[in-house]
């Protein structure tokens, strides 16, 4: 099977503007699930994704925002960008039957400038 | 509520030494645990995981973790350091049972000396 992907890997953006980040889950996945993750804050939950519906969501302001599409991929995008967006954005798909184990894409590496 | 304490951000071992990272988790219903290892501008790959089975729990790459339930622990070891291990290890937790959130560590950065 393959892995899940992510595009674009790199990213660089200018303050103010917008961006949407794609995530295709492991064939079967239902679930995606978003992480951003800094040197400061560490790894942080965004939210999850399940069958189209958003299902849990992180600590994170109204500019951050997600959806799932019928086939499990899912996009998410941050709106009036601001220098502290830099991080590298990961996206994990995960199965019931795995135990919800998460796999992870390789990352979105966004710098905002 | 859940949680997970690593402890230690930075670990510097020497080739060929004993590797061990430590997690302690807080967790109100029996938890699912996870060790995720991370290399430079990679995502987090899976290194073993336990979900209530047996408690001593074997890995990738010859790391292995045990859960002991008494101490709240969830240790990540392997007997001999080698300089691919060099990468940041995060602790995972989550509830068992269901749908539940994944909650993550703060991860730490382990260092191998040749």
């Known amino acids: 099977k393959a892995g899940v992907t992510q595009t674009p890997r790199y990213l660089i953006k200018t303050r103010g503007q917008q961006v949407t980040l794609s995530c295709s889950p492991i064939?079967?996945?239902?679930?995606v699930s978003w992480y951003q993750q800094t040197p400061g804050q560490g790894l942080q939950f965004l939210f999850e994704?399940?069958?189209?519906?958003?299902?849990n969501k992180g600590n994170f302001p109204g500019r951050f925002s997600g959806r799932q599409f019928s086939n499990s991929r899912s996009e998410m995008n941050v709106s009036t960008l601001e220098l502290g967006d830099s991080a590298l954005y990961l996206c994990?798909?995960?199965?019931?039957?795995?135990?919800?184990?998460?796999?992870f894409g390789p990352g979105t590496r966004l710098t905002v400038l | 509520a859940q949680s997970v304490t690593q402890l230690g951000s930075h670990v510097s071992v020497s080739e060929g030494a004993l590797v061990l990272l430590r997690c302690n988790y807080s967790?109100?219903?029996?938890?699912?645990l996870f060790w995720y290892v991370q290399y430079p501008n990679q995502g987090l790959q899976l290194l073993l995981k336990?979900?209530?089975?047996?408690?001593l729990v074997k890995g990738i790459n010859g790391f292995e973790a045990e859960f002991k339930k008494s101490e709240t622990s969830f240790h990540l070891t392997k007997p001999s350091a080698h300089m691919s291990d060099a990468a940041e290890y995060f602790c995972?937790?989550?509830?068992?049972?269901?749908?539940?959130?994944?909650?993550f560590g703060t991860g730490t950065k382990l260092q191998v000396i040749p």
């Open positions: 994990a798909s995960s199965s019931v039957e795995r135990d919800n184990e998460q796999f």
């Open positions: 064939s079967g996945h239902r679930s």
């Open positions: 994704y399940f069958s189209e519906t958003q299902r």
């Open positions: 967790s109100s219903v029996p938890p699912y």
């Open positions: 336990y979900t209530s089975a047996a408690t």
């Open positions: 995972a937790v989550r509830r068992a049972g269901g749908y539940q959130k994944v909650t």
